[in-house]
DNA sequence: TCCCGTCTTTGCGCCAACGCAAATAACAGA
DNA sequence: TCTGTTATTTGCGTTGGCGCAAAGACGGGA
């Protein structure tokens, strides 16, 4: 079985199912790309050609609007499918995958992925129950950025991302990559003054500890106080 | 071939490409299903057991926060899928769906449409591209409410109503079905008294024209121009 | 070691939009 | 026709968070 940069393609969701042959196959017809931080392995409006998979590294998709402001989609951890445009339906990308640190991803031709997704109902299933996640992610976001104060939709995006990436320290749960306290701002649709301020003042009540793109969560459950109950 | 309530099947984008006898036995499985305006197909947390497809009437998805606030993820037009949580990887139905005027759904149940999908790959590439625009969308709102103005997204969402639903008047054009100031609210994370202040000022300047839960737009032209240029 | 680019912090004024309140207006059912 | 319920409009005070500005920090590369 293939084991690529330390990573267990089996264990990977969208492939849960799949057989071992039919995984080897699907696997052979991939090539791998990379993209060093602060790359893109594609960008906004680009021809959507292929889909990804990362298997290392971190990646952020950024929309940008006409006027300028920029918006993250969502954060990619290694195991996680991105840039799955065309198979989705769409022609082109809807926003840029930018490489937070150096970064892999197994590319597939979109239209051979079609073809393993027609030919393996499994491969299908999973990427309907993936999508899914996705959506309601989206959707949650969505009635967050739409009904709740800055400080609040701050506090769920730490959680998400801890949840997401969390690396244990002496002190706490740190962030496992880096995050500019503007990611912060343009995941919670802030501004990263704002941004700045509130983990200024959790710092100061003791509840994370912060410096440059790092984030360390001192106190998860007063987060989660924060996130849920508006305290 | 089957017709219910003067719906052609055959033109619904999930079955596109399926072959006739494939659908009419997916048809055999369905049950019919109606609620009158002001009632729910299902509520927010409920066990999401099937899946639907509207058939005749218009249904809004509704997701309540926990401290009372809603927020519309989706109006459904006839021919659309909805209430799908089961096969998209959820147990429960993340909203409510709420019949806006007497609306007619076919129900399969959720382990049936599974294994419609499994033994038919187009249904499932189909069902991959509806939930890719899905997708697309909510990022789309997201972006939108996280960093304009609510003027332009209160023109952005009646843009979208319309081109959803248009019904064309001898003044102009109309959304084709009852929609509240709070309806309009609840979509763009606004309050009703902001969207009824802006429609006012529109139709003051003779862009559109409203009553009781209708909306006739006058002047699409320089509802776009508000939604892009930020005029 | 120094320098320069990137990231972060903090202050201050302002305004878009909310929250509250109260007066219509329109429809549905008795 | 009357009445109760649901929608809509409009006023007014408040404020959360933005926009602008400027001054630190940190860290990588020469």
Redesign the pocket.
């Known amino acids: 079985m293939d084991n690529r940069g330390g990573f267990d393609l089996r264990r990977v969701l969208l492939f849960r199912g799949l057989n071992g042959c039919d995984l080897t196959a699907l696997l052979a017809k991939a090539r791998q790309e990379a993209a060093v931080r602060?790359s893109t392995f594609f960008n906004e409006c680009d021809d959507a050609l292929h889909c990804r998979l990362l298997v290392a590294g971190r990646i952020k998709l950024v929309q940008t609007s006409t006027d300028g402001n920029q918006v993250v989609t969502r954060f990619v951890a290694p195991g996680e499918m991105f840039g799955w445009a065309q198979v989705l339906g769409a022609s082109v990308y809807p926003g840029s995958a930018e490489a937070m640190v150096d970064s892999v991803a197994l590319t597939w031709d979109a239209a051979s992925m079609r073809s393993a997704l027609a030919a393996h109902p499994v491969l299908a299933l999973n990427a309907l129950e993936l999508l899914g996640a996705r959506l309601r992610e989206a959707q949650d976001r969505l009635r967050e950025v739409a009904t709740?104060?800055?400080?609040?939709?701050v506090a769920r995006a730490l959680l998400r991302l801890a949840r997401q990436s969390a690396r244990p320290t002496g002190e706490g749960v740190e962030i496992g990559f880096?995050?500019?306290?503007?990611?912060l701002?343009e995941t919670t649709?802030?501004?990263?003054?704002?941004?700045?301020?509130i983990?200024?003042a959790w710092?100061h009540s003791g509840i994370l500890a912060?410096?440059?793109?790092?984030i360390v969560l001192l106190h998860p459950g007063r987060l989660e106080t924060l996130a849920e109950d508006g305290g």
């Open positions: 602060g709740e104060r800055v400080e609040r939709r880096p995050v500019t306290r503007q990611d701002a649709g802030a501004t990263l003054h704002t941004v700045s301020r983990l200024a710092e912060g410096s440059r793109q790092r």
